[in-house]
């Protein structure tokens, strides 16, 4: 999105500004010259919204713009985006608030929440059919006919009986019909099972197919292996001649990247991808199949169901989309109600996201003085999604008392003070203040189920730091939530141990993992004392983090952890995010002072995992590692080479680089340029700027 509005930007004279993951300075800049476009994810958006709150700024906000706005149903992120609304809502009158998204279905309560007109329309610049098959029958989704369903056709495809085993579904067939000249997506319901079919695919179809684009596919075979260095997953080496790759979370965002350009540029003609494509990532397709009506192992829902389907047809090069699910006998029932039902309605999740939720909102609202007695805290709630839902949600408890019970939730944690008194007494009440600790958490956007056992390791960190190495740092950047789907390799484990020096094997039992335990673990024996998993785990993933740092190489760490490398970067991603967190978090609480500059320089590190030289190219958005070794070599080495450059001399120099690419980056590049000089000049004119009340007689002019 950065990418692409820069050049936008500078044609029009504004500034894109990139809040996510480490990213985003709070609060954000104050321009007199320029205006500001921010792009956020939802957690960088609500630093980013309360910081302008704090400072008085967010009548700044002149527009917000929402996309997916139904992603207010779903989890800590959705109660997250809620936060942000009702928050923009109380605080300023001036805001206003876009939302879109195309599966609402109870609009009613979200137009009361956000105080908003509702405007639809049912126009799609290309037609889409839905179709469902049932062994080798099509049916088309009739809402008219008695069982939503129409008889379209038979499949007509001859099949070997061996052919026939390992393809029952006739993917071979339905594919066939539309590639190579037209693409096709095949949604399938879990990571393994997408390489799964794209090899089965290629080993039954005909080597003709090899022909189509053959130079394009081995560039990109080729670019896929440099983005590996020098290493290229062997499932892809087999699919991608046939012009066949797939696409998950497995994959490392340059190998994503790489392929969704080839995907669009249509040296790919097919992908099969798990269900998140459907979210975020424009990659329309002429078919889009879907490999069985469930996401992992829970039946699809509606909202998903039409969030892939909705990938069917591409304005301006095809007449029509189309969707064909494919149903099991055994799923007939359902799949009929799914296609006939209406969509999913939109609840708060509040309540149900507890930490990340209530108790985190009610803390920011003391701490940016939004609300400050139980009162006021109460009259904001009325004006959440879960204060218009709260009835419907929550019938054993009156939004009063879910209220005054997570305040005294946060009292108890010692992340308010104040009392709560009955309800009769309100009225005399005094007002709530947040504790220091309270402030560190909320500034610092840490989940409050973590804040305590963050503290304590922060402040057990001061006794003996071990900074002969980053492990010790590493691991206290290590995110907590990660830990519970870790599942460590006793064996890779102890070898890692093993390798590190005596003074790095010190911070393991510092943390509270002694050697002993790891050698038994190991052999298989039998452990009599109790070490606490949490600890175990967080110090595993933070050997992996080290291991990156020292390697810069995702493919290699992945190897010897055997962890996939989608896992690996993910794992990397969350760990600057919270590295960023924890300095934020340190940066209130004066006894961690020192946690300061130690954590800056670490979160840098873990942004970018690249040699020194390569940073300030990465800084420019959608600059990966591969890209920027290859703008390094060709001479582009500092960001003002890069903005100053000629988007036809890059095509010229760089493999692989078309003209929108090179003028993208160059766009890019030269936003990131002026935002910098812009930042400086805005420092230099607060410097210069003649202090109010000052005497006149005290006042010298500067040279």
């Given amino acids: 999105m950065v990418w692409a509005l820069s050049s936008f930007g500078i044609e029009l004279g504004f500034l894109v500004e990139e809040y996510a993951g480490s990213k985003g300075r709070f609060p954000p800049i104050k321009r007199r010259m320029k205006k500001s476009l921010y792009i956020a994810t939802i957690e960088k958006g ?24 139904h992603m207010l149903g779903e989890g800590s992120r959705g109660a997250t985006l809620e936060m942000i609304l009702a928050k923009i809502l109380y605080t300023s009158k001036t805001t206003q608030i876009i939302g879109m998204s195309a599966t609402l279905n109870n609009v009613g309560d979200l137009q009361q929440f956000l105080q908003a007109e509702y405007y639809t329309n049912n126009f799609r610049p290309v037609e889409l059919k839905e179709y469902v098959k049932i062994q080798d029958s099509i049916y088309e989704v009739d809402d008219k006919a008695e069982n939503g369903l129409t008889f379209s056709r038979l499949l007509n495809f001859k099949y070997s009986s061996n052919l026939q085993k390992m393809d029952p579904d006739h993917l071979i067939a339905l594919m066939t019909e539309v590639i190579p000249n037209y693409s096709c997506l095949v949604f399938c319901p879990t990571k393994k099972n997408c390489e799964n079919v794209a090899e089965m695919i290629c080993k039954y179809l005909n080597k003709e197919y090899r022909n189509h684009r053959e130079s394009e596919k081995h ?20 699919t991608i001649p046939f012009g066949i790759a797939y696409h998950h979370s497995g994959l490392t965002s340059d190998e994503r990247k790489r392929i969704e350009e080839a995907y669009s540029a249509g040296v790919l003609c097919l992908l099969t991808c798990t269900s998140t494509l ?56 359902l799949v009929r109600d ?26 920011s609202l003391v701490g940016l003085k939004i609300a400050r007695n139980p009162e006021e805290i109460y009259h904001f709630m009325c004006g959440t999604l879960f204060g218009v839902q709260q009835q419907f949600l929550s019938k054993e408890k009156s939004l009063s008392d879910i209220t005054r019970e997570a305040l005294e939730c946060l009292i108890e944690k010692g992340l308010l003070k104040g009392k709560i008194t009955s309800e009769k007494e309100q009225k005399s009440q005094s007002n709530l203040e947040i504790t220091q600790l309270g402030q560190a958490t909320y500034k610092g956007s ?24 980053c492990l010790h740092l590493l691991y206290l950047t290590t995110p907590y939530d990660m830990t519970y789907h870790c599942r460590p390799d006793w064996m890779i484990y102890f070898r890692q141990f093993s390798q590190l020096n005596s003074v790095e094997q010190k911070v393991a039992a510092i943390v509270g993992v002694p050697e002993s335990f790891i050698t038994k673990k190991a052999s298989g024996q039998a452990i009599k004392k109790d070490v606490d998993n949490g600890v175990v785990n967080r110090l595993y993933l933070s050997f992996v983090l080290y291991a990156l740092l020292k390697e810069t190489n995702i493919w290699n760490v992945s190897e010897k952890f055997n962890m996939s490398r989608g896992y690996v970067q993910n794992l990397l991603n969350s760990a600057a995010s919270f590295s960023s967190c924890v300095l934020h978090f340190s940066e209130e609480l004066e006894e961690f002072w020192v946690y300061k500059a130690l954590l800056t320089e670490l979160t840098k590190r873990l942004t970018y995992c690249v040699k020194a030289e390569l940073i300030p190219l990465m800084e420019v958005a ?44 160059v766009s890019s590049a030269k936003m990131l340029l002026r935002e910098k000089a812009e930042a400086l000049q805005e420092e230099v004119e607060e410097l210069l700027k003649v202090p109010t009340g000052t005497s006149e007689g005290l006042l010298t002019t500067l040279p």
């Fill in 622 to 665: 959608g600059v990966l590692e591969s890209r920027a070794k290859q703008l390094y070599d060709s001479g582009y080495k500092t960001l003002a080479h890069l903005a100053n450059a000629d988007p036809e001399t890059l095509v010229k120099m760089i493999e692989h680089l078309s003209r929108r690419q090179a003028r993208q980056i």
């Fill in 278 to 333: 459907a979210a975020g990532v424009n990659l329309p397709a002429r078919r889009v199949i879907l490999r069985a009506p469930y996401v992992a192992t829970e039946f699809l829902k509606k909202n998903q169901y039409k969030q892939m389907i909705g990938r069917a047809g591409r304005a301006g090069i095809d007449s029509a989309g189309e969707s064909i699910l494919i149903v099991q006998e055994k799923d007939k029932h």
């Fill in 46 to 69: 609500h630093s980013l919204v309360n910081s302008l709150i704090e400072t008085g700024r967010v009548g700044d906000l002149g527009l917000v713009v929402v996309d997916e706005l």
């Fill in 338 to 363: 799914l296609v006939n039902s209406p969509l999913e309605n939109c609840y708060s999740n509040l309540i149900l996201e507890f930490t990340k939720g209530i108790q985190s909102l009610l803390l």
């Fill in 219 to 238: 560039d990109l075979i080729k670019d896929l292996k440099n983005i590996g260095k020098g290493i290229l997953c062997p499932v892809l080496k087999r």
């Fill in 446 to 469: 840490i989940d409050l189920a973590y804040c305590d056992a963050l503290y304590r390791d922060l402040k057990k960190g001061l006794e003996g730091l071990v900074l002969e190495s």
